[in-house]
């Protein structure tokens, strides 16, 4: 029973894929279903993780692990098949790198064990477009130096994000030489605020970047920088170029990212004179038990109260929509004013489209 639980997550979770732009991980997925149901190596690889919750995302561990031993170059014949190696995938043929898949998993399942220990950590570049919009629009009510701080930070990668450039049609924003240019990042049609605001802030300035992760990755390190790729799919060349943009931004601006709960993390905060006190966080707080995000919201609301027109506070936040309205949405608290929801996008940030003006 636990197996066909299994197999089902997995099945969903290729279907998710595929609707996400993914044909090669959706055409995989179908068939470790049917392995891990078989009795195969991908139920060798799962073991142990049949009853985990969906939120730990089995498959995309399992999805993980094999990327990265196709990127550290010791599954050659499945390489083949994936684009982030030079490989192709055919979608006329989805099944033809199954074979390869499936020995790669056999032959090197204790590398692909120690992965499914590892939670995965994208950290999206493009879910920066999101938190930019929130930032320029705020900083069409306060103008002050932002101390910037992010939950769930992983890599730090978008602690950087106002070193990104955003460019929709007639539209852009942030530096002309930037490695990471966010492209269409409005499907044609950026909300009338977000121009304006563009036009009269050129540039933000960001004079502290933190940000917590229970287990962060340090994006210099060959380490961090393979879980990193590992993660992306390797059909999606776009997030691929992304992502290598941000790991020569993060060699460049420095951050810092402590290995501390997100709640403890907040306790340590407080507004400053002189500065815009900024926590925001992109698709993570479905990973943090109730307890945790309980007391997450009770920092949030202190730093709120304890925020002045000089000291203040804002929270940016790109989240499951936990009722009505877009799946995916972009929600900006100023100090202790209601939260409003700004804009809905797709998971991985682009595009966006207005909801408020």
């Known amino acids: 029973m636990s197996r066909e639980r299994a197999a089902a997550m997995i099945e969903r979770q290729g279907k998710d894929c595929a609707d996400l732009g993914s044909p090669l991980y959706g055409a995989l997925l179908g068939r470790v279903a049917e392995d891990v149901r078989a009795g195969g190596p991908c139920a060798d690889a799962v073991a142990g993780y049949e009853d985990a919750p969906r939120d730990d995302v089995v498959a995309l561990r399992l999805l993980g692990g094999v990327h990265a031993l196709v990127l550290s170059g010791r599954a050659p014949g499945l390489a083949a098949y994936y684009p982030s190696a030079g490989g192709s995938f055919d979608p006329d043929r989805p099944g033809a790198c199954w074979p390869a898949f499936r020995e790669a998993v056999a032959a090197e399942l204790d590398w692909v064990r120690d992965w499914m220990t590892r939670p995965p950590q994208t950290n999206e570049v493009g879910r920066a477009n999101l938190l930019i919009a929130g930032l320029l629009a705020i900083a069409r009510t306060v103008r002050l130096p932002v101390r910037l701080f992010e939950l769930g930070a992983s890599a730090g990668l978008n602690l950087r994000a106002d070193r990104f450039r955003c460019t929709d049609g007639d539209f852009s924003w942030g ?92 306790a340590g905060v407080r507004p400053v004179p002189g500065t815009l006190t900024v926590v925001w966080h992109s698709i993570m707080r479905q990973y943090v038990p109730a307890a945790e995000w309980a007391r997450v919201e009770h920092e949030l609301d202190r730093l709120a109260a304890e925020g002045t027109q000089d000291a203040g506070f804002a929270h940016l936040s790109f989240e499951p929509c936990p009722a009505g309205g877009p799946r995916f949405q972009l929600a900006v608290r100023l100090g202790a004013s209601q939260e409003r929801v700004l804009a809905g996008a797709h998971p991985h940030g682009l595009p966006a489209r207005p909801v408020t003006a």
């Open 175 to 266: 530096p002309a030489d930037s490695p990471v240019v966010l492209e269409e990042t409005w499907g044609g049609a950026p909300p009338g605020w977000l121009v304006e605001s563009a036009r009269e802030h050129p540039d933000i300035e960001i004079v502290e970047r933190r940000g917590c992760d229970l287990t962060p990755l340090d994006p210099a390190s060959p380490g961090g920088a393979l879980a990193l790729r590992a993660y992306l799919w390797p059909d999606q060349s776009d997030r691929a170029a992304r992502l290598e943009g941000a790991l020569r931004l993060a060699s460049r601006v420095p951050a810092t990212v402590e290995a501390i709960g997100a709640a403890d993390f907040l």
